[in-house]
T-cell receptor
Framework: SAVISQKPSRDICQRGTSLTIQCQVD?????MFWYRQQPGQSLTLIAT?????????ESGFVIDKFPISRPNLTFSTLTVSNMSPEDSSIYLC??????????FGSGTRLTVV | GEDVEQSLFLSVREGDSSVINCTYT??????LYWYKQEPGAGLQLLTY?????DMKQDQRLTVLLNKKDKHLSLRIADTQTGDSAIYFC????????????FGQGTTLQVKP
């Protein structure tokens, strides 16, 4: 299966600041996704990262708050902007490869203080 | 709409079998997945089943699919303490966007 490197693995951030999370895949993949897992909760899809165009956001998530880039088929970033304590969550990158199916990164554990 | 439901907690003794249940609403789901999440870790794909199958076995894992009742189960034989984790059931939504719809997760506690 595809191997995903997600950075940083964890961070503690001040409210009002922004954090950019990186997702690097060891092979070209057709689709990349960003999920949020709030404490004790399941995973909720934030957006689908589209290569060369704007991401497709799910209901309740907007580009101004969660800007996403995907410059090529192996890399994407998610920025959590103007953070508040409510943004404290685990953020996970996921990819869908033609052979490997769905694979998840190890996640970024974000705490906003 | 698309919805996936799971029981939240299961406790078993080491060596027993564990059965984790999941129900879903989207009858057009093509693939259904089981993921494992250990504390502080990401999601590990355990197994998946295609919607035209009734059963899939992979070593200690058995997946049963009842498409009529939209019910999916994961059986872990000879459960070990290392199996303690949160188990998520997920389906591919019918909107053809490729996104996964997750259940709430079942916390499996294995007692020695």
């Amino acid at each position: 299966s595809a191997v995903i490197s997600q950075k940083p693995s964890r961070d503690i951030c001040q409210r009002g600041t922004s954090l950019t999370i990186q997702c690097q895949v060891d092979s070209q993949v057709t689709m990349m996704f960003w999920y949020r897992q709030q404490p004790g909760q399941s995973l909720t899809l934030i957006a689908t990262a589209n290569q060369g165009s704007e991401a497709t956001y799910e209901s309740g998530f907007v580009i101004d708050k969660f800007p996403i880039s995907r410059p090529n088929l192996t890399f994407s970033t998610l920025t959590v902007s103007n953070m508040s304590p409510e943004d404290s969550s685990i953020y996970l990158c996921s990819v869908l490869g033609q052979i490997s199916g769905y694979t998840f990164g190890s996640g970024t554990r974000l705490t906003v203080v | 709409g698309e919805d996936v439901e799971q029981s939240l907690f299961l406790s078993v003794r080491e060596g027993d079998s564990s059965v984790i249940n999941c129900t879903y609403t989207d009858s057009s789901s093509t693939y259904l997945y089981w993921y494992k999440q250990e504390p502080g870790a990401g999601l590990q794909l355990l197994t998946y089943i295609f919607s035209n199958m009734d059963m899939k076995q992979d070593q200690r894992l058995t997946v049963l699919l009842n498409k009529k009742d939209k019910h999916l189960s994961l059986r872990i034989a000879d459960t070990q303490t290392g199996d303690s984790a949160i188990y998520f059931c997920a389906e591919i939504g019918s909107s053809n966007t490729g996104k996964l719809i997750f259940g709430q997760g079942t916390t499996l506690q294995v007692k020695p």
